[in-house]
């Protein structure tokens, strides 16, 4: 058996590369556990070379534009390129790897955990329907956002004597606007501007007017998006029923046909 052969039998092959996967998430939880044994951080270098090696055996065999036209092999050739600092500050003194600037790079090995990510079942179809989803919705959640903004910048205006720890700067509004219209702090925010409002009467219409905010944004906008966006990711469920319904109907139509021409025979 050639080298060549060996290399592309050990990391083509999806088992291995699962099983290295599930390795290196154990590893980066016991060292963000702050379990600190030199063999763990030897398993982590140890599965970023294999890692790395793989990349460089998949750029090898499917070669560089075919590796990185795949959204998996992008979404791993990446994790592999911003987790290779973790590489260099093992092989470094403990007093020098322990200097800020070097630890800024050791954060990176963290997102070698989202590799994971390869073990959903039909993690390429996930991928395919959200991003149909985002392009079918995009329009609405762009008109939600100005909405939020609007609605923030005259809360921000109505509103910033009222409760400053809320709508004291736009920023402050857009943030509170977006936590009202996800239904955190429903109750939290209206009662804040209600109780920095001097009159009786100024206190009951704020109340009115965040119940009918939340009733259009917070209960009909938010579940406008959620059933749309839904809808987009499971598309690709209802083609296939479609597909399989007009195979079931021709299938029928030819039996019909067969049941007819034998009524004439007899």
């Not at 804040?192 to 009909?220: D, E, K, N, Q, T």
């Not at 299938?251 to 019909?256: G, S, T, V």
Request: glycine share 6%.
């Amino acid at each position: 058996m050639s080298e060549n052969s060996l290399f592309r039998r050990i990391f083509l092959n999806d088992r291995i590369i699962v099983f290295v996967v599930i390795v290196n998430a154990i590893v980066i939880f016991l060292q963000e556990s702050n379990v600190d044994f030199y063999i763990i951080d030897l398993l982590d270098m140890i599965c970023t070379l294999f890692f790395l090696i793989e990349m460089i055996v998949k750029h090898i065999h499917f070669g560089f534009r075919n590796y990185w036209k795949s959204g998996m092999n992008c979404m791993d050739g990446i994790l592999v390129l911003i987790s290779l600092p973790s590489i260099v500050t093992f092989f470094l003194p403990v007093g020098l790897a322990n200097l800020s600037f070097l630890l800024v790079l050791r954060i990176f090995r963290i997102f070698k955990f989202f590799r994971v990510v390869r073990l959903f079942p039909n993690f390429a179809t996930i991928i395919s329907n959200f991003r149909l989803a985002l392009k079918q919705s995009y329009g609405i959640m762009l008109g939600f956002l100005i909405l939020i903004v609007t609605v923030a910048l005259l809360g921000c205006c109505m509103f910033r004597d009222a409760a400053p720890e809320f709508f004291g700067t736009p920023m402050d509004s857009v943030y509170s606007t977006f936590r009202f219209f996800t239904i955190e702090g429903w109750y939290e925010i209206p009662d804040a501007v209600a109780s920095g409002m001097g009159s009786p009467i100024w206190v009951h219409v704020v109340r009115l007017y965040f119940c009918m905010l939340l009733l259009m944004g917070g209960i009909i906008g938010m579940s406008l998006i959620n059933s749309i966006f839904v809808d987009a990711m499971v598309s690709d469920n209802n083609d296939d029923v479609k597909a399989q319904l007009c195979t079931m109907e021709k299938k029928l139509d030819e039996i019909m046909k067969q049941l007819e021409s034998q009524k004439k025979e007899v």
